[in-house]
């Protein structure tokens, strides 16, 4: 029986270098926007439509949509939430459908809407993920969203994580060595996320907001059993 | 005093979002590039001009160079030799000027040649060169050269090498993640180069043309206590 494929993407930007051969991308953006997602659909949220650009947002909320609007890891003024998963877990948001656009998840969500399916990954949905991921038999791409293109140490770990699992059941391989270089950084971390990203610019700058329950939230693992799924440009909850 | 910065960037194809930045490039293909540049430098070849494409290549063997031509790890055909270190320490290439393109490491010291100071690195080279490094009190850009413009793990361990001893010395920091992982990934590989990099998509490439005695030499460190500088378009020794 041929292995499957579990590989890591560090950016949007080198999405190109794998495109195409994998049917099922987990998009990942742990501080905080694929949490937020999960967070939103685990509390009952209808749908969330990821928008990349700020006008998208706009006409959105001119129609009468919640929207949510982070850059620079602020909220965008104007708009109803940033991309806390806090903001998301209030009751008056369950059954609704809400707009999203980020600095840098929306934006890769976006990027990897033309695959078979795409999936949205976090720590706090890691094992229940993992698991589907392990059932579905298909080659799997982890989309790590970056921090403006550049590398970043969350999303990786978190791209890490689902490696060493998809591969230790011995049907996956990975051929890259980005998804190699990933296991190892998870291995490193996996006893103290906290700790190991201490020294991540991201925490750093989010820090630097007074983000700091955002953060442990976010690295919490296994908080919520939910998968988001993109059907028609709309995040939903996989139902299985 | 202000820290300098040591940051290490994992692909030619992400040097955009450093360029400009960095007083001094350090350009790195350890399996095989600038390994071979290295040994040529050491072995007294007076100078390595690096050339991007094998049409160059031809243009300097026409007029009478010696040319090292290398492509998906093998010697292209008409071409003197390619990027083995052992090719580069023949006696009769004392004193000459020869001419070199690699699949990925001359693609890489021809992107950053605009930068003020453009050195090679290796590991065969790496505490002599980091030891210099440390003595200039500059601002420090590892540029990995990847493979076709993705993240290969032996050219992010020298480069997060060079990152551990600039930093420890504490005048340099990093404000990047992609340099605290390179970090990361050197720590867990420092004492078993050979076994961490196994599984090396490079590594794996070249076993498979028989190349493992060029990938022990290469992944031994500081065989030499020599640094390769760019000038006027040419590797010439740095003599200090």
Redesign the interface.
């Known amino acids: 029986m041929q292995k499957k494929l579990i590989e890591v993407c560090?950016t949007p930007?080198?999405y190109e270098?794998f495109k195409g051969r994998f049917d099922i991308i987990v998009v990942i953006d742990v501080l905080r926007a694929t949490s937020a997602i999960c967070s939103a659909i685990h509390n009952g949220v209808n749908s969330v439509i990821p928008v990349s650009t700020i006008e998208e947002a706009k006409e959105y909320q001119d129609k009468g949509y919640l929207v949510g609007a982070e850059r620079q890891g602020e909220i965008v003024e104007g708009f109803d939430f940033g991309n806390s998963p806090y903001s998301y877990m209030k009751p008056e948001l369950k059954g609704q459908d809400i707009v999203l656009s980020t600095t840098n998840g929306t934006r890769a969500i976006n990027i990897a809407k033309d695959a078979p399916t795409v999936v949205i990954g976090a720590l706090t949905n890691l094992n229940f993920l993992c698991n589907w991921l392990i059932e579905q038999d298909k080659n799997v791409l982890c989309l790590a969203s970056g921090?403006?293109?550049?590398?970043?140490?969350e999303d990786?770990i978190c791209g890490g994580a689902i490696a060493e699992s998809l591969l230790k059941t011995g049907k996956f391989t990975s051929?890259?060595?980005?998804s190699?270089?990933a296991k190892?950084?998870f291995l490193?971390a996996k006893d103290n996320y906290f700790g190991f990203l201490k020294?991540?610019?991201?925490r750093r700058r989010l820090k630097k907001l007074n983000l700091n329950e955002d953060i442990k939230f976010c690295l919490t693992p296994n908080s919520m059993d939910v998968i988001p799924i993109l059907r028609n440009d709309r995040i939903e909850k996989l139902e299985f």
């Open positions: 560090y930007a080198d270098y921090w403006k293109d550049k590398f970043n140490l990786t051929n890259d060595d980005s190699v270089a190892y950084l490193a020294s991540s610019s991201h």
